[in-house]
């Protein structure tokens, strides 16, 4: 067992570089999953500082300075972050409530509808079922009450936090594009030297982070944007709320979409019945997710490593499970962080024979008397 283990060292860890990597990766990893919640606003800042990145370069490419682009990027970041906070919260934290005072008479119009039922279908279920699956909707809405309740005085106790946070994220955000290369060029000098592979990783790595956070944001006001339209067009209750659910949905791939499908088909359910109108919606919605899937991921995504599905749900529920919301977020560009290190790293490739293979010696010229 020791011989094996030695050999699979020497093999992966006998090249500086690829030690040196590894050391980079678990400093990484360990400063994220150690100091996430206090280093939460820094990395909330580096996240939109890559989203803001793009344009900054775009404008220096067609000859503005860089002092001048990050102006021209920042303050309409501002004035869009002010449109969310003051603009569109509300209007959503509106729809929660009504929605949150509605659930009642959907419970009530949905207690009646399973009442039916055992007339309707008595070989299949009772009422006995009937009465017991009621029982456990009214704990679940009532628990589901006092959990609204507690995050209400919970954000009420955060509210300083917010705030500061509020202040802190664009001040970060303003610095990291304003001095970028400074940054960059400090945090080098405490690299050390055999760091190439390192850096060329980094380097693949830091353009297609950018390119996914650029393109997730993207795709989230798209998807949100044009599902509140349509919505909103078939009379659909809370279609701002729905929207914006269905937009966020695109941060998981594959379980977003069908775990916002539930609240969407209730809704509509508990407003139209089985009618024309809930199957055109659920249409609707299909078409949504579909040209999301065949047409806009893969054009705003085009220079993403291809992954299979079952590495990207790996991928969500291991580094979800580590970083919560943002391990998620950055679930597919992590998996595609593991997969270039893995083709990258360096092999000492030899060759182990046991004694049995090894080759029988051969006898000096000359020497044979027979």
């Known amino acids: 067992m020791t011989n094996i283990l030695n050999r699979w060292y020497r093999k992966y860890f006998s090249d500086p570089e690829g030690v040196i990597l590894a050391i980079l990766l678990l400093l990484g990893f360990a400063i994220v999953i150690f100091m996430g919640n206090i280093l939460a606003p820094l990395l909330a800042s580096v996240v939109l500082a890559y989203l803001l990145e793009g344009l900054v370069g775009f404008l220096e490419s067609h000859n503005v ?45 949905g207690q009646q509808l399973l009442q039916q039922l055992p ?22 809405v009532g628990a589901l009450g006092q959990n609204v309740l507690s995050i209400s005085l919970a954000s009420i106790s955060g509210l300083f936090t917010l705030l500061v946070y509020l202040i802190l994220v664009p001040v970060l955000i303003f610095f990291f594009l304003k001095d970028k290369q400074l940054i960059l060029e400090w945090m080098s000098n405490y690299l050390p030297r055999e760091r190439a592979l390192a850096m060329r990783i980094w380097e693949e790595m830091n353009l297609q982070i950018g390119n996914y956070v650029r393109g997730k944001f993207t795709e989230i006001l798209i998807v949100g944007v044009v599902s509140y339209i349509v919505f909103m067009i078939m009379g659909l209750n809370y279609a701002m709320l729905l929207g914006a659910l269905v937009g966020l949905s695109v941060i998981v791939p594959y379980i977003g979409a069908i775990a916002v499908t539930f609240p969407i088909a209730l809704i509509a359910f508990f407003q139209w019945g089985w009618g024309s109108e809930f199957a055109y919606l659920m249409a609707a919605y299909a078409i949504i997710q579909a040209v999301d899937g065949n047409i806009l991921v893969p054009w705003l995504f085009s220079e993403a490593v291809n992954l299979h599905p079952v590495a990207i749900i790996t991928a ?28 990258a790293w360096p092999r000492h490739e030899e060759q182990w024979l046991s004694e049995e293979d090894q080759p029988p010696p051969t006898k000096p010229a000359g020497n044979d008397i027979s």
Do not use: D, Y
């Open 316 to 343: 969500i529920l291991v580094f979800g499970g580590i970083w919560g919301f943002w391990g998620v977020f950055f679930a597919i560009p992590l998996a595609t962080l593991v997969k270039a290190v893995m083709n």
């Open 119 to 140: 007339e309707r279908h008595p070989n299949f279920i009772s009422e006995a079922q009937v009465e017991e699956f009621m029982a456990s909707m009214r704990s679940t």
């Open 65 to 109: 300075r860089r002092m001048a682009a990050v102006m021209l990027v920042f303050i309409p970041f501002l004035a869009f972050l002010a449109f969310l906070l003051l603009g569109l919260m509300p209007l959503l934290t509106g729809q929660v409530k009504e929605l949150v005072q509605e659930l009642p008479n959907m419970v009530a119009k």
